[in-house]
């Protein structure tokens, strides 16, 4: 319809041209019709599908549109699977439709630039080990949105491989394994670039968000819990940033590994329980920087295995079984202005040396005085308590915990420090804490 | 009577004591820890495991963690090491037995994608579906160090 509308008012257009006697030389009408039909012919339509309209399944009306189309989609339930869009559309839900995999395929597959999918329900994809089934799959695309959608019951959700500048934003998904290696991931990055993930919610896969081989992108305002493995699980990343997300409830937390220059800021980990599980486990992270986030009721809330240059700054550490876990290949860190408030333990590690800086934190353990009065503890604070560093050694004697005897170790301990790495020290720890 | 009873119970035991070879465990997918990167093992095509001298079993999420693993302790205390075939779940092929593709539509969990498979006939199989090339166990340990040093 639009297109005929397109194709009239070009006509017109034109006509007033030749009557004002502007063009007289026909070589350059030619030219102008030239310039100006591409655009004006290509005028996009919209395809509408249901089971009252033209279209009744998608997938006519896909092969029946063009570059720049929008496919509006009536509610219902759609069982087509494997639907290969390799044109630039928009394609949105009316009423949210459902889109159902049977529990035997994938649902759609993405190849094309430019394409929109909002307002759908996708379900029931099948498993599938080594084709790694997902509910969306882009593959090789620029310029993507993937937006308002809901996912049940998938085995990965959003998949995106060798892609960039591409938006997930606003998207709620739901998986019910309950065993890790029959779940996929909810929301899956591979090799991709300038990538916007943001305002999603997930939960029940087994990595919440994943991003391995990513640069340049950020993770924003998302909510990841109760996933099988991690809720956020990050490797060969670099220069991504991830803030304002909340993941709480994961079965092992969240995981960032073999990255450079990550930005961590203003994030929630919270209630990771478990023999395995921290916050946050950084291992071989150099660069990077931890920054007002809130760590509460987690086993360990960040364990350090061989990271380099990390800034800590700003965090509270509250009620966790361990707040900082620093192994000894970790050097050259520094955790300042952060509140460590009523955890079990503040540090562990397994070095009599240490080479990390604390200091100007704020310990609750801290039982030293501060008589000039300026707001600093005139005696320094030894976050590593002896029995921390023998329960590093040895985790069973664990359950001496509360003893007495514990009690008395430390006590001599502090008083004559002789195991506890002795340049492990916060020179200037704050008597109030940080607000 | 009782003699009989006790020979046969010592019998038991000695049978127990042999029947202990030290060898792979099975691993508890997505509760054991990769002894190398941390992560919960989850992926059950890509498993691998190593036997110390002192018949601890350590376990990794993936044939590169396995090979890194091996570079960085001393090569004595090594006594074997197992990889999961490719094909059949579960099992264990011993790596300097098995045969190594390295193909990028096979996603392995450490992203340089190794899998283990038994023979030359059912890696070729694989390798015509899906691509890639074939490394032996050796191999695959110098081409891991140079990704991952």
Redesign the interface.
């Known amino acids: 319809m639009s297109n005929r509308n397109g194709i009239k008012y070009y006509l017109k257009w034109l006509f007033c041209f030749l009557s004002t006697g502007l063009i007289k030389n026909s070589a350059s009408l030619f030219l102008i019709i030239g310039f100006l039909l591409p655009g004006r012919v290509n005028f996009s339509k919209s395809l509408l599908v249901g089971s009252n309209q033209y279209f009744k399944t998608i997938k006519s009306a896909l092969s029946a549109a063009n570059n720049g189309d929008t496919i509006l989609v009536y509610t219902g339930v759609y069982n087509e699977h494997s639907l290969l869009v390799n044109k630039a559309v928009k394609i949105i839900g009316i009423e949210r439709p459902i889109l159902t995999g049977e529990n035997k395929y994938e649902i759609m597959k993405i190849k094309s630039n430019n394409v929109l999918v909002r307002g759908f329900l996708f379900k029931d994809t099948g498993l599938n ?2 084709y ?1 089934n997902a509910a969306i799959k882009l593959d090789s695309v620029k310029y993507c949105t993937i937006e308002e959608n809901k996912f049940t019951n998938n085995f990965f959700g959003i998949y995106l491989s060798r892609s960039s500048n591409c938006v997930v934003i606003n998207n709620e998904l739901e998986a019910f394994h309950t ?3 029959y779940s996929g991931n909810g929301i899956h990055l ?1 090799q991709c670039r300038e990538m916007i993930i943001k305002n999603n919610k997930i939960k029940g896969h ?1 990595d919440g968000i994943y991003f ?2 990513v640069k340049k992108s950020e993770i924003e305002s998302n909510i990841s819990y109760s996933n ?3 809720g956020l699980h990050f ?2 990343s670099d220069s991504c940033r991830y803030f304002h997300n909340y993941f709480t409830k994961n ?2 937390g969240v ?1 960032v ?1 073999f990255t450079k220059n990550v930005d961590m800021s203003n994030n929630i980990f919270e209630y990771n329980w478990g023999g ?1 599980a921290y916050g946050l ?1 950084l ?1 071989d992270i150099s660069d990077s920087k931890i920054v007002r986030n809130q760590f509460i009721k987690n086993t360990c809330a960040i ?1 350090f ?1 061989g990271c380099n240059r990390v800034t800590t700054l700003e965090n509270n550490f509250l009620e966790n079984g361990s707040a900082i876990r620093l192994m000894a290949n970790s050097m050259d860190n520094l955790f300042t202005r952060n509140n460590f408030i009523g955890n079990s333990f503040d540090v562990n590690t397994n070095s009599t040396r240490s080479y990390n800086t604390f200091e100007s934190n704020y310990w609750s353990e801290y039982k030293g005085y501060d008589l000039n009065k300026d707001g600093i503890g005139d005696i320094p604070f030894r976050p590593v308590k002896l029995f921390s560093f023998i329960i590093e050694q040895n985790r069973p004697a664990l359950i001496l915990m509360r003893s007495l005897f514990v009690d008395i170790l430390n006590v001599a301990e502090n008083i004559f420090p002789s195991l506890t790495p002795k340049t492990l020290i916060d020179s200037k720890p704050k008597m109030t804490k940080y607000l | 009577m009782k003699i009989f009873i006790s020979i046969a119970m010592a019998l038991l035991i000695m049978f127990n004591i042999v029947a202990c070879q030290s060898g792979p465990e099975p691993i508890a ?2 509760e054991d ?1 990769c002894a190398n ?4 093992i ?4 890509y498993g691998a495991e190593l036997v110390s001298d002192k018949e601890k079993v350590f376990k990794f999420d993936s044939i590169e963690c396995l090979a890194d693993y091996s570079t960085k302790v001393d090569v004595k205390t090594i006594k074997s090491m197992w990889v999961t075939d490719f094909e059949s779940k579960g099992n264990f092929l011993n790596a300097h037995d098995a045969q190594f593709l390295r193909s990028d539509n ?2 392995s969990p ?2 340089l994608n190794l899998s283990a498979h038994k023979n030359h006939e059912k890696i070729n199989s694989v390798k015509t579906e899906f691509g890639g090339d074939v490394l032996s166990w050796n191999e695959l340990v110098n081409y891991v160090k140079s990704k991952w040093n």
């Open positions: 080990f080594i790694d065993k890790e290696t591979w087994r391995e081989f099988l493995r991690y490797m060969f079965g092992a995981a590994m395995a486990l291992k364990y295995e | 997918y997505g820890n990167c941390m992560m919960t989850s992926d059950p095509k096979l996603k450490m992203g």
